[in-house]
């Protein structure tokens, strides 16, 4: 079984060697000692939340520090192709919910969308307090797939904002029920492509998801003007929370990185 993961912070973990010992205190080491109940012997993983991790035996462990003899530390390195999920807000926590899966299956980042149908509104202190939310969720996730990244929750964006990302990504695909290519034909045929022009570096793609009321006409034609594309994710219509991660498990497939290292 694997170890449990805990984060450290950033730049934490970056002077420690093997024999090394480190004190994690906070919020993570009373969930380690009080939830988890970790006690000396034990194995277990510290992460910086930026790709290094530290696995280490458990030294002594209390509600305020919980002190970790180091081991091993690794460095993860981030996906070449980085896959960004656009989740547009939806009532009842359904967005919340896609946010977490998609990290638990490996989403890089993620970036709320307020798109037109969107009941949901992050307004003034709202929106602060909603973002914050999602990075909670989205660290939460991490933690429990045993990540050592933890994905970045970007700033909200309208429609406006959203076309700007568009243009700027390497591919942007809006999951449509009306689209006629399949979401893995699309995927593979971009893919094809990157191959035939050889090392582009690190590279963006945006899985675009709609709320509850589906995106407007409106809206789907100007991202395509921005160069975004529709697809079909199946043949089944699915709600806003279930679309995004069923993307993510298609593209990861398709990009190999459940029968690969990360690189």
Do not use: Y
Request: hydrophobic residues 45%.
């Amino acid at each position: 079984m694997s170890n449990p993961v805990f984060f450290s912070g950033a730049g934490s973990l970056d002077e420690l060697v093997p024999g090394a010992r480190f004190v994690l205190q906070g919020p993570e080491a009373r969930h380690a000692v009080t939830v988890k109940r970790l006690s000396p012997g034990e194995s277990v993983d510290l992460a910086d939340g930026a790709g290094k991790r530290l696995t280490g035996t458990v030294v002594s462990a209390s509600p305020a520090e919980l002190t970790v003899q180091c081991s091993a530390v690794s460095v993860e390195d981030r996906h070449d192709i980085r896959l960004v999920l656009v989740q547009a807000l939806a009532k009842g926590d359904r967005d919340e919910l896609a946010v977490e899966t998609a990290t638990e299956l490996g989403i890089d980042a993620v970036i709320p969308w307020q798109s037109e149908r969107s009941i949901v509104r992050w307004k003034g202190e709202r929106a602060a307090k909603a973002h914050a939310k999602w990075q909670s969720v989205v660290t939460a996730a991490a933690k429990q797939a045993r990540r050592a990244w933890i994905p970045e929750v970007r700033a909200a964006v309208e429609t406006a904002g959203l076309v700007a990302a568009v243009a700027a990504a390497d591919l942007a695909v809006i999951l449509h029920e009306d689209a006629v290519r399949p979401l893995r034909s699309v995927l593979e045929s971009w893919q094809g492509a990157q191959g035939a022009q050889g090392d582009a570096g690190a590279q963006e793609i945006l899985l675009i998801v709609g709320p509850e009321g589906g995106i407007s006409p409106r809206e789907v034609t100007r991202l395509c003007d921005a160069g975004a594309m529709t697809a079909l994710l199946g043949h089944h219509v699915l709600r806003s929370s279930t679309a995004g991660p069923a993307a993510v498990v298609l593209a990861s497939d398709v990009l190999g990185r459940w029968t690969a290292p990360v690189s």
